[in-house]
Structures are given as structure tokens and as C-alpha cells.
């Protein structure tokens, strides 16, 4: 059936560096992919979507890059910091369905080292 | 910052035993949701509610799981008759609107079922 995944499991990167999340998808109807935060002990929150007809959207520290060709994205965060360690998942739905469910990825856990 | 609260913040239970999980969505928000997440697993989607019924449901949500809306700020999640595998996290969210907008989950419920 369709899903979304994550290559990696856990990534791990030095204080200061940039960190890159993958995220590969296989509903080709969805056009609407958000990226979640989920700190221990805490729920998703939002750090930055993208629409089907985009490449590419920033945010503060972070850059989100649609591949519709192979079906990727990526969230890339500048210059990570400790608080940047969490798991991230992307998250895909379809808007002429409503927008309503979200289908998550597996997760990728950051951890930064100082 | 408006949030979402969730209650109780963990429950233990019996196999059999009926449990009910209070969300309080943030106030000026219309569409409401559960998702649930199984220890090391996906975020996945249970029910969407709107305008005072269920706008879209998964598989997951059989006739055990059932949602309420019984007052201006109060919604719920009931299961009837906890099974081991309803041990879970469960994620309360809100949104403002439907489509492209920002679902704000609550810190979740952990239930136990033993």
C-alpha cells in the first residue's frame, strides 16, 4: 500500500553542523508534506510544510526540498544545536481529500553532540 | 502560546476495561483529531471530527473506539474494551481550519493495558 518512510533511523552530528533528514514517499496523489519535531516526552510540532507545486521552502534554520521526480524530502537544519535533538517526521496528505490525515514517516532520531 | 492539553497524562488498565481520554483543543479551532503512536512506532491516524461528527476514520478505529464532543471545550476518546494492543501514546490535535494549515498536537495520553 502507499507509505511514507525514512532512510535512517538515527543521525548523529557535531554541535554547529548541518543535519539533513530524508524522507522517501510513495502516495504520488499527495501534494501537501509537513515536517514534525516530537522532543521525549511531547507531541509533533510543526517546523515547516511544503506544497506538491513547490521545490524547495525555508524557515528560520530550516529548508525543506520536495523531489517530486523521486518521490523525496528532505529537511535540512543550519547549524544544529543541542535543542535541535529529537525525532523528526515527515508527514504527507492529500488537500482535495480535506487535508484532515496525515500519514507520518518512521521518525528519524538527531542526536547532537557538543 | 494557545496548546492543546491532554488528560490523563498516563493510565494504566485492565485488558476489558473501558477508558475515556480528555483533550481540551485550543479554543477557536473547528477540526479535531486522534492519532495514536505504538512505543518505537508511526504516528497513525485514528479519527477526524467536524461540525459535531466523524469526518474520516482509519481501520484502527472499530467500534471499540468511539469520539464525543459533549461540551464547548471537551473532546474524547473512548475505547470500550482495552485490548493489549490499544497500548499506546495518544495524540489529541487541533486545527483552525481544513487542507493546508497546521494541526497542534497535544503532549498525548500513554495508556497501559495489562
Known amino acids: 500500500g502507499e507509505s511514507v518512510g525514512l532512510h535512517l533511523p538515527t543521525l548523529s552530528v557535531q554541535e554547529g553542523d548541518n543535519s539533513i533528514i530524508n524522507c522517501a514517499y510513495s502516495?504520488?496523489?499527495?501534494?501537501?508534506f509537513i515536517w514534525y519535531k516530537q522532543e521525549s516526552g511531547k507531541g509533533p510540532q510543526f517546523i515547516i510544510d511544503?506544497?506538491?507545486?513547490?521545490d524547495k521552502r525555508q524557515g528560520q534554520r530550516v529548508t525543506v526540498l520536495l523531489n517530486k521526480t523521486v518521490k523525496h524530502l528532505s529537511l535540512q537544519i543550519a547549524a544544529t544545536q543541542p535543542g535541535d535533538s529529537a525525532v523528526y517526521f515527515c508527514a504527507e496528505t492529500i488537500l482535495t481529500g480535506g487535508g484532515n490525515k496525515l500519514t507520518f514517516g518512521t521518525g528519524t532520531q538527531l542526536k547532537v553532540e557538543l | 502560546e494557545p496548546e492543546v492539553t491532554q488528560t490523563p497524562s498516563h493510565q494504566v488498565t485492565q485488558m476489558g476495561q473501558e477508558v475515556i481520554l480528555r483533550c481540551v483543543p485550543i479554543s477557536n479551532h473547528l477540526y479535531f483529531y486522534w492519532y495514536r503512536q505504538i512505543l518505537g512506532q508511526k504516528v497513525e491516524f485514528l479519527v477526524s471530527f467536524y461540525n459535531n461528527e466523524i469526518s474520516e476514520k482509519s481501520e484502527i478505529f472499530d467500534d471499540q473506539f468511539s469520539v464525543e464532543r459533549p461540551d464547548g471545550s471537551n473532546f474524547t476518546l473512548k475505547i470500550r474494551s482495552t485490548k493489549l494492543e490499544d497500548s499506546a501514546m495518544y495524540f489529541c490535535?487541533?486545527?483552525?481550519?481544513?487542507?493546508?494549515?497546521?494541526?497542534?498536537f497535544g503532549a498525548g495520553s500513554r495508556l497501559t493495558v495489562l
Open positions: 502516495n504520488s496523489a499527495s501534494d501537501y
Open positions: 511544503i506544497r506538491s507545486n513547490m
Open positions: 490535535a487541533s486545527s483552525q481550519y481544513s487542507g493546508a494549515n497546521v494541526l497542534t
